[in-house]
């Protein structure tokens, strides 16, 4: 199957997405250069085509999320390069809402291997459909804002979490109440 792709601009840089009928591949986070992001994009799908009717939904959900319009999305994905493990990382981080965030240690033990935490990392390294499998909502056990490969780094994340509404000051997310799960925005994820 021949997947296709689409490059386009955001106010945070030029974005892409790669996918075929099965579903989005890859999410390519902001970058400042168009150029330099189709090249990425061609040298990882060699066999992709730009072109933008397949991809056309999940590009104007993105760009609805970006403009602070969209807060869940409902973008089919294809995740089969995933290892089982790591689909079992992304499925979970799938039901952290908007405006939540939630720790390593919780999502290690949330899939039933409490003592993964690295192994968790390394699956959040690895996620190619960021944004949608909502890596950036993941945080160290004391709110510090750790681990975010993309271009853009912890300020990206820093953005995107502020996005949603969680307030993040010197690197950290400023918990609720006492657990970890209380981290995030009172007024998208109202605590019961």
């Known amino acids: 199957m ?29 970058e400042p250069s168009r150029e330099d992001l189709v090249e990425r994009i061609t040298r990882e799908f060699p066999n992709g085509r730009e072109g933008d009717q ?12 970006l403009d602070g319009c969209r807060k869940k999305f409902e973008i089919p994905l294809d995740l089969s390069w995933a290892t089982p493990f790591q689909q079992k990382v992304y499925q979970t981080m799938l039901a ?27 699956a959040n390294g690895k996620n190619r459909c960021p944004l949608v499998v909502p890596c950036h909502r993941i945080v160290g056990s004391d709110g510090r804002l ?28 400023k918990p609720l109440g006492n657990s970890v799960g209380e981290m995030g925005n009172k007024k998208n994820g109202k605590k019961k």
């Open 146 to 173: 750790t681990g975010f490969s993309a271009p853009g780094g912890l300020e990206l994340k820093a953005q995107l979490l502020r996005l949603e509404g969680v307030p993040v000051e010197k690197g950290r997310v």
């Open 96 to 122: 952290i809402p908007f405006g939540r965030v939630q720790t390593y240690r919780w999502l290690a033990e949330k899939i039933g291997n409490p003592k993964g935490l690295r192994a968790v990392g390394s």
């Open 54 to 65: 397949a991809l056309a939904e999940a590009k104007k959900e993105i760009l609805e999320y």
């Open 2 to 30: 021949e997947s296709s792709f689409v490059v386009f601009q955001t106010k945070l840089g030029w974005m892409g997405l790669v996918g075929d009928e099965k579903g989005v591949q890859r999410i390519y986070l902001p």
